[in-house]
């Protein structure tokens, strides 16, 4: 019976950083979900939707000659660059084929971190608890002595080590992963806890989606050093209360806008450009934002608004670097 790799298992938001009782931390890290398998000398590589991800990474389908036929991991691509993750880098690696893919793993080589193991010398052992599961993982590296593109996931029942992963966002850590230590791996369930630590910060809106008078997100924006105003994020769709709440205090851009003529994609990936109207840059407002920033210093997810801030300019927000 030939063996196919099962969908990911998956992570609902929990608000505490504290380590659950009975449960092991992994650290977040912010790139690609993949799954790899290795059997009858073919190499699998897709990612959590299923798309099959061999053409834009040579570099993983070579290092699968270090891994044993039978063996199938989950885990995530990234790109490291100056110290630090980078996933528009890893963004643009998913779009090249070709010679196009050689030099980019050449110029931006992509690493799988494991931090499951689904099979092991042929044998599927998704239905181990994650305690068993972890060891079977550390073993395969072990013995089978991984280097690059692979690494192992840390892993910890130690809250103080935890502690420490959620102060890694300068490199462009997310957050922590939860998993219990007696859970098998389910296949398309929601059965991990995930940890995303967030700021407060405040930024300039410039522009929205909808209608002036209900609109449905904002685009945010912030003055950079040489006073151009460059866009930073995008928020979440608003609720009916703060769309009504917000509305009042913008106006439309007058014909001259720092924005005239941009266009801004729908998200990270996405082809799909946003309908939007420009308005007068002079409202701030106090946002909340996760730790995933791109190399321009721009919020990767969507951010939630918070308030509006009446008692800010512009002026008094701090100014990001030149693009």
Not at 36 to 47: D, F, I, T, Y
Not at 51 to 63: K, Q, S, V, Y
Request: charged content about 25%; aromatic content about 8%; proline content about 8%.
């Amino acid at each position: 019976m030939t063996w196919t790799l099962p969908e990911p298992m998956l992570s609902t938001p929990t608000p505490r950083p504290d380590l659950p009782p009975g449960m092991a931390g992994e650290p977040k890290w912010d790139g690609y979900r993949a799954l790899l398998s290795v059997a009858e000398g073919r190499v699998e590589l897709r990612s959590r939707r299923g798309t099959d991800l061999r053409a834009a990474f040579p570099e993983i389908l070579t290092g699968a000659a270090q891994l044993r036929d039978g063996t199938a991991l989950d885990g995530e691509l990234v790109v490291w660059e100056e110290g630090r993750l980078a996933f528009e880098r890893l963004q643009h690696r998913m779009q090249r084929r070709g010679t196009g893919a050689a030099r980019a793993a050449s110029e931006w080589p992509a690493h799988f971190v494991a931090f499951d193991l689904l099979r092991l010398n042929g044998n599927d052992v998704t239905n181990w608890p994650y305690r068993r599961r972890r060891t079977a993982l550390e073993s395969v590296f072990s013995a089978r002595r991984l280097t690059a593109p692979w690494t192992l996931c840390p892993s910890t029942t130690d809250q103080d080590v935890v502690d420490e992963w959620l102060t890694w966002e300068a490199v462009g850590m997310e957050g922590v992963i939860y998993k219990r230590l007696t859970e098998p791996y389910r296949p398309g369930a929601r059965g991990w806890l995930k940890y995303k630590p967030r700021e407060t910060t405040e930024a300039i809106v410039g522009a929205i989606t909808g209608a002036l008078a209900s609109p449905r997100t904002l685009l945010l924006a912030r003055y950079d050093t040489s006073g151009c105003l460059q866009y930073v994020g995008r928020t979440t769709t608003l609720t009916t209360a703060t769309s009504t709440n917000v509305a009042p205090l913008l106006t439309a851009a007058a014909a001259e806008h720092p924005w005239t003529g941009w266009t801004f994609s729908a998200g990270w990936g996405s082809r799909e450009t946003l309908d939007v109207t420009l308005v007068q840059p002079d409202v701030v407002g106090e946002v909340g934002v996760d730790v995933a920033r791109d190399n321009a210093g721009r919020w990767r997810h969507p951010v939630r608004w918070h308030r509006p801030r009446t008692d800010l300019s512009p002026a008094d927000i701090p100014r990001i670097a030149p693009r």
